[in-house]
């Protein structure tokens, strides 16, 4: 076997996968001397902005539209009120 400086750069790819569509491949460059703990802290920060469990939780139920508008109006309001708290 090769020592591992002699292949280079590393990569982990990951397929971000929901059941109808397939997201596209999350690649990590391992750099030189990096730890696996902290190649797997950049993979956790890609695959959170990618928003697949958020997607996939939101589809575990039938949610009615009327109720996910609702909920995104309360969203709101709570966002301005914090909003205008900071400002004063």
């Given at each position: 076997?090769?020592?591992?400086?002699?292949?280079?750069?590393r990569q982990i790819?990951?397929?971000?996968?929901?059941?109808?569509?397939?997201?596209?491949?999350?690649?990590?460059?391992?750099?030189?001397?990096?730890?696996?703990?902290?190649?797997?802290?950049?993979?956790?920060?890609?695959f959170e902005k990618?928003?697949?469990?958020?997607?996939?939780?939101?589809?575990?139920?039938?949610?009615?539209?009327?109720?996910?508008?609702?909920?995104?109006?309360?969203?709101?309001?709570?966002?301005?009120?914090?909003?205008?708290?900071?400002?004063?």
């Amino acid at each position: 076997m090769r020592p591992a400086a002699a292949f280079g750069r590393r990569q982990i790819r990951f397929f971000a996968l929901t059941r109808t569509v397939r997201s596209p491949m999350i690649i990590i460059q391992i750099k030189d001397n990096e730890t696996v703990d902290r190649a797997l802290k950049r993979f956790k920060k890609k695959f959170e902005k990618t928003g697949v469990m958020r997607q996939l939780r939101s589809r575990s139920f039938f949610q009615k539209p009327s109720v996910t508008k609702k909920k995104q109006r309360e969203k709101a309001v709570y966002r301005l009120q914090m909003q205008t708290q900071e400002t004063v």
